[in-house]
Structures are given as structure tokens and as C-alpha cells.
């Protein structure tokens, strides 16, 4: 790998890194590159032997790439491009924009969407039935009304729907692969990804479908369901739960993994966290979005853990 001049245009890149991280993605722009040599390779195999953290971090740094490279839009514009891959269009700089910046902005703007909400925003939809719907921040939704079904497609995000009773034409919000129905109610639905989607019921009461598995969802109780089966259902307090309506995030014991995962939609760039058992680890956190800029300093503060800023795109979330 050496001392390529290739590498040193980077803008400081990393400069909050430690050594075997910066090497890692040094590593992982060298082997993706077009010009890549036999003994680049070899060196490479001897600087993973040589240290166990060094395996470790270039996992993360493929772990990294794999999210954003298998979006749809970034696969449609490589095969569209075709443009030739060396040292120099791929330097440490480069490879941080496109795992943190580029990929991560394609993702949040979905061109289907019949409402859509920026980072950190908030909207209310009034739609033709007189039925609301209130927005989160980074999130996308469609609506399609017919004589007989009111079918609301959230491809993203999270909303609070409040329902107008219509008993001969069920309103059904459809994210990932469930379907929640209500006639005349209002509840909440929280779609972080195609494995954790969770239903949230404020008035009334809903009926969910995932598959053949179907749940009825009562006032004051939530649920998560995935692509395949419903979990059981949860007292709760709707107040806390759903007090991003309110200008704040209430995190009770909920796995920070999921934290971040809705931290991402208040503020701008992308957190991401380093490491499974980080992920799962149960937090307890209150969030005032009226102060999102202290969103960082807010989780150094109160949880153990070590924030290091790659790009103004993407932020590495460790644990300290």
C-alpha cells in the first residue's frame, strides 16, 4: 500500500480515527480499486494476520459499504456510469462520501411518494376522507383511495394517523410486508426497517396482518411485527411513546440500535453504530428536538460511548 500521493487529497479524512480504522478503509479503497496488483493483495493478507483488530475493523468498514451500496438507486447508477474505479476516484475521501453521504441522501428521498417530509420536519396531511396524518421527520407515505378501501403505503418513516369512521371502506396503512386496518380510530406506525415495524394504538383499536398471522391491537398497547410474524402485544403509555408529536423523543429501555435508527430522522447526517452488542443494549433517553444540534453531546453525556465524525454525512457511533 505504501505511500501513495494518490491517498493525501482526502480533506483530514479520519482525522478522529484511530490508526487501524484509517488503515482499514485504506485497505478497502486499495482492493476495490481497478488497479489493484498481486502484491497489493499479499500485503493485504499479511496486515489482516498480523492483528485481530485488523480483521475486525475492515469487516465494519464492508459492513459500511454493503448498506449503501445494495440501495437500488446506487446499483442503477453504477451499471449506468460504468466509470473506471482507481487509487485516485477512489481515495479514503471518496469512499467516506459515498458510504455516508451520497447513498444515505438517495435512500431518504423516495420518488414515488405522494407526501414526504425532510430531516428534522414535521407535517400534517389532511386527506379526502377528513382523516390526518401527522408526519415525522425523513419520512415518505402514498394514498390510494377507492369506493372500497382507503390504502395508505408507508414506504418509510413514522406517522400518527388519526382515522374518520367509515365502516364500508376500512382504512389499511400497508408498511413492509403488514397490513393495519382500522375503520375508525387513531394509531401510530414506526417503520425502522423491513424486520421492525411498530404499531402503536392511541383510540380504539386496530386489526394487523402479516401473512396468515393476524392481531387485534386495543387502546394503550403496541406491537412490532417483521416480514414474517407478529409479536406479542405491549402496554404502554401512549404519551411517551408518541411524544415526537410533541417535540420530543422518548427512548424507555429500547435497544439503541432503535434509537439511532429514529435519531436519524431529526438531525441532519447519518449516525451509525459500530458493533452488534452496542446495537442491542437497552437504553433510556429523552430527546428535546427543539435542540437537535445537542443530539450528540446529549448521548456522549449520558451513555458510554465514543462518537467520531467521518464526514458531515456520517458519524461511526463506538463503544467507549
Known amino acids: 500500500m505504501g505511500t501513495d500521493p494518490n491517498w493525501t487529497d482526502d480533506n483530514d479524512f479520519g482525522k478522529d480515527l484511530d490508526p487501524i480504522s484509517r488503515e482499514a478503509v485504506?485497505?478497502?479503497a486499495t482492493l476495490h480499486a481497478d488497479d489493484v496488483t498481486k502484491a497489493d493483495r499479499s500485503a493485504f493478507r499479511a496486515w489482516l494476520r498480523q492483528d485481530e483488530r485488523h480483521r475486525a475493523a475492515f469487516e465494519e468498514v464492508q459492513r459500511l459499504w454493503s448498506g449503501a451500496s445494495e440501495l437500488p438507486i446506487v446499483k442503477t447508477r453504477?451499471?449506468?456510469r460504468r466509470i473506471a474505479v482507481t487509487r485516485r476516484t477512489l481515495g479514503k475521501g471518496a469512499l467516506a462520501a459515498m458510504i455516508g453521504g451520497g447513498a444515505w441522501l438517495a435512500?431518504?428521498?423516495?420518488?414515488?411518494?405522494d407526501y414526504s417530509t425532510g430531516t428534522g420536519e414535521r407535517r400534517t396531511?389532511?386527506?379526502a376522507d377528513n382523516s390526518t396524518i401527522d408526519m415525522a421527520g425523513a419520512t415518505a407515505l402514498s394514498v390510494d383511495f377507492s369506493s372500497r378501501l382507503r390504502l395508505v403505503t408507508l414506504h418509510r418513516g413514522e406517522a400518527y394517523f388519526s382515522v374518520q369512521s367509515e365502516t364500508s371502506r376500512p382504512?389499511?396503512?400497508?408498511a413492509a410486508a403488514g397490513r393495519t386496518m382500522a375503520i375508525g380510530t387513531s394509531f401510530n406506525v414506526d417503520y425502522i426497517?423491513?424486520?421492525d415495524v411498530r404499531v402503536t394504538v392511541a383510540r380504539h383499536a386496530v386489526n394487523i396482518r402479516v401473512g396468515a398471522a393476524d392481531a387485534r391491537l386495543d387502546a394503550g398497547s403496541q406491537l412490532t411485527y417483521n416480514h414474517a410474524s407478529i409479536?406479542?402485544?405491549q402496554a404502554i403509555d401512549p404519551a411517551s411513546e408518541l411524544g415526537w408529536r410533541d417535540g420530543r423523543l422518548v427512548f424507555l429501555s429500547q435497544p439503541f440500535g432503535r434509537v439511532i435508527a429514529s435519531l436519524n430522522r431529526w438531525r441532519q447526517g447519518r449516525l451509525m453504530v459500530m458493533g452488534s452488542a452496542l446495537a442491542a443494549r437497552p437504553v433510556t433517553l429523552i430527546i428535546d428536538l427543539q435542540k437537535s444540534e445537542n443530539i450528540l453531546a446529549t448521548l456522549e453525556d449520558t451513555l458510554p460511548i465514543r462518537v467520531v465524525s467521518v464526514t458531515p454525512y456520517l458519524t461511526l457511533v463506538f463503544e467507549a
Open 26 to 28: 485504506t485497505w478497502f
Open 78 to 80: 453504477r451499471r449506468e
Open 107 to 113: 435512500y431518504q428521498q423516495h420518488p414515488f411518494a
Open 125 to 127: 396531511v389532511k386527506l
Open 171 to 174: 382504512f389499511v396503512v400497508e
Open 193 to 195: 426497517s423491513d424486520d
Open 231 to 233: 409479536g406479542a402485544p
